[in-house]
């Protein structure tokens, strides 16, 4: 009775705690936002990688910070420390946070070649 | 007197490297008796990770915890069961579950969530390292529990094991009372833990687990736990939180600059 019913617990706590780290329910899963702009740092580090990104505005420059996965995720889908460099271009596709400031969760990344960042999938292997 | 010290340290090593080598035959044997489960393992949620990280969609990160069966339904007495959903229908306790933050996830959880290890096989003790730095160890040399004064409760518990076959039985108490960190659930002092782990392909590991906590259960708990050899690594990649820029703030984990 008690496994029952501790089902609906179980389903509500999972969906607040999270993946490693901490909950994703910070991002606006149903909300992607496409920025185009200069990298100024990337952040080969954990528990997180982050993109510092600058973005055009109508403000004048917006410096939005991007989270990743762990580099050690990163690292196993083809990403390195030396994937994005200081001046690059690029377009990262990110769901953004739900208090509106200037952050986001990656979700992927063109160069300005058009090529995808990272692989498009993992290994079979894994 | 240097002399006297000098003649007494090769007196020493003298007698340390005859006592070695008087058991390495022995030793070699029981090396080479022991399974080989050499390599880096991937759980079940840290492979589904791995496929998404960089790319995934906020839900999809939510639906990898399906993969952690220890969130899912344990087999409560009524009296845990109820003690449980108050604590968990407390507001506060909803918004601190919302904001945690883990580095580190202790037994049972970390066999089952989304840190790769390493498993290290010797005859006295194995043991599971895994990419955040915490360690189990399995004592195997014969050894018990410790006694009630030489025990106390730990986020590891305390384990011994043996082999049968190519099995090992591990045994585990003296694991703190609490929640297990991700999902709801939450054990007594009393909860005592066997598992049994073996190599049933060169590629896959495997953890039969049983959980009995006679305070907060009706039956055991049994989840069998699978793990897959992670190909693509040659080596530990440390997982830490030194670069943690989400802080709580106003009670909500936020972004921080760099």
């Known amino acids: 009775m008690w496994r029952t019913s501790t089902t609906g617990l179980a389903l509500l706590l999972i969906a607040r705690t999270g993946a490693a780290h901490h909950s994703g329910a910070m991002f606006d899963a149903q909300k992607s936002i496409t920025l185009q702009g200069t990298v100024r740092l990337f952040q080969w580090t954990n528990p997180h990688c982050w993109i510092q990104l600058l973005v055009p505005s109508a403000a004048g420059t917006t410096e939005w910070s991007i989270e990743m996965g762990s580099n050690g995720n990163l690292y196993r889908n083809g990403w390195r420390a030396s994937t994005l460099n200081a001046g690059e271009r690029i377009t990262v596709i990110i769901h953004p946070v739900r208090d509106g400031t200037a952050a986001g969760q990656f979700v992927s990344a063109t160069a300005a070649d058009g090529s995808s960042l990272g692989r498009a999938s993992a290994p079979a292997s894994q | ?258």
């Not at chain 2, 080598?21 to 030793?27: E, G, K, L, T, Y």
């Not at chain 2, 079940?44 to 990160?61: D, I, Q």
């Not at chain 2, 049933?200 to 009706?218: G, K, V, Y």
């Open chain 2, 1 to 258: 007197m240097r002399a006297v010290i000098a003649l007494l340290l090769i007196a020493l090593l003298g007698a340390y490297s005859a006592e070695g080598a008087q058991n390495a035959p022995q030793r070699v044997r029981a090396f080479a008796a022991l399974p080989d489960w050499t390599g880096l393992w991937d759980t079940e949620a840290s492979r589904a990770f791995n496929r998404l990280s960089g790319k995934a969609t906020g839900n999809e990160y939510e639906a990898i915890n399906k993969y952690v069966q220890l969130v899912g339904p344990a087999p409560y007495t009524e009296a845990w069961g109820k003690k449980l959903k108050a604590e968990l229908g407390n507001p506060a306790a909803a918004v601190g579950a919302s904001n945690a933050k883990l580095c580190t996830y202790g037994f049972p959880i970390i066999m089952d969530v989304f840190q790769i290890f390493q498993a290290v096989v010797t005859p006295e003790e194995t043991l599971f390292v895994f990419d955040n730095g915490e360690v189990r160890h399995i004592y195997t040399d014969g050894r018990g529990h410790p006694v009630k004064d030489d025990l106390w409760p730990t986020a590891m518990g305390d384990s011994v094991g043996h082999w049968e076959g190519d099995t090992l039985v591990i045994d585990t108490v003296a694991r703190t009372e609490g929640s297990l960190g991700i999902g709801p659930n939450k054990l007594s002092a009393q909860a005592h833990f066997t598992e049994r782990v073996r190599r049933p392909d060169r590629n896959s590991l495997e953890d039969r687990m049983t959980i009995d906590d006679p305070i907060a259960f009706t039956q055991p708990w049994n989840l069998t736990l699978h793990y897959t050899r992670a190909a693509d690594l040659d080596r530990m990649l440390p997982w830490d939180c030194a670069n943690d820029r989400n802080p709580v703030v106003n009670g909500k984990i936020s972004v921080a600059p760099p």
